[in-house]
């Protein structure tokens, strides 16, 4: 036994050295446990506080994810509507171009076919359905015979005859 006392007491590496780290280690976790501030709760409680914390951050920001997705689908849905209605007014436009250009173009065909107008420049001008005659007429029941071919084509809606009388 007397060898075994000096091979703990001599041997640097040996048990001796560990009792020696394990008492340090010791002596260090009991002065921390010492300078730390006891609140009275547990470590269980601690954990069920930590939860409870977690849970609720996260209740928050699912809250919050929602609130921002509910505001994205209503802006998108502003958006579609309003390019929607660009896209309406836009092809509107357009078809009242149209409209307007295959109005002017079977007014003055006309005009030209007529004998009484074929020989006098008569200017059409149609915008929205609304058209304007300007120029000359040899008589007045030329005039007259304008305005009721203008407004005898589909998709006029209105005639303003500004041709002036001048016989030839």
């Known amino acids: 036994m007397k060898e075994t006392n000096q091979l703990f007491a001599c041997n640097p590496s040996g048990t001796g050295r560990y009792l020696s ?27 069920d506080s930590a939860i409870a914390k977690t849970e609720q951050a996260a209740a928050e920001a699912k809250a919050k994810t929602e ?3 509910a505001n994205a689908g209503s802006a998108m ?34 005009f030209a076919k007529d004998p009484d107008l074929s020989a006098i420049k008569i200017n059409v001008d149609t915008q929205g359905g609304a058209v304007t005659l300007t120029g000359t007429a040899p008589t007045e029941a030329a005039k007259e015979k304008a305005t009721t071919l203008a407004k005898g084509l589909k998709g006029v809606s209105s005639v303003d005859n500004k041709l002036v009388v001048k016989p030839s």
């Open 77 to 110: 849905k502003d958006a579609t509507s309003k390019a929607e209605a660009t896209g309406k007014g836009m092809v509107e436009k357009a078809g009242e171009k149209a409209d307007d250009a295959v109005i002017t173009a079977r007014l003055s065909s006309d």
């Open 67 to 69: 609130s921002s997705m």
């Open 21 to 47: 780290i394990l008492g340090v280690l010791v002596l260090s976790v009991t002065i921390t446990a010492c300078n730390k501030a006891d609140d009275g709760t547990t470590a269980g409680q601690k954990l």
